[in-house]
């Protein structure tokens, strides 16, 4: 079950980083690196990239809560709710914005849902 925990936390982590990196350095040095951006598209893009961090520190405060409630109880369902939209936001975001989502959203957010159905 601590393989479960860790990564439900470990996809948490990750979700609360893009939080910071859309919602506070979307525009900075380190912001427009890690997305690629050119300080013009991310000074037009600010509000837009703010909201989407929002969105993933919402993903992460819900399967924070499932390890709060417990995996091998309440949080189970909850934790499997907000990994799903983690795995179907990652696709969706691979399909139309970078192929590279699929790999640092979807697939982690896919383990850790096996994880979670699988543990004992």
Request: net charge positive.
């Amino acid at each position: 079950m601590w393989i479960a925990v860790a990564l439900v936390a470990l996809v948490a982590l990750l979700h609360l980083y893009f939080l910071v990196l859309e919602m506070f350095l979307w525009d900075t040095p380190t912001g427009r690196k890690v997305f690629g951006n050119t300080p013009e598209f991310a000074a037009a893009s600010k509000v837009l990239a703010a909201n989407q961090g929002l969105y993933n520190g919402f993903l992460a405060a819900g399967l924070l809560w499932s390890l709060w409630l417990g995996l091998a109880a309440t949080g189970r369902p909850v934790a499997l709710f907000f990994l799903g939209c983690v795995v179907v936001a990652g696709v969706y975001g691979a399909l139309t914005a970078s192929r590279k989502i699929l790999f640092v959203q979807a697939v982690p957010g896919a383990i850790a849902i096996a994880a979670v159905l699988f543990m004992s």
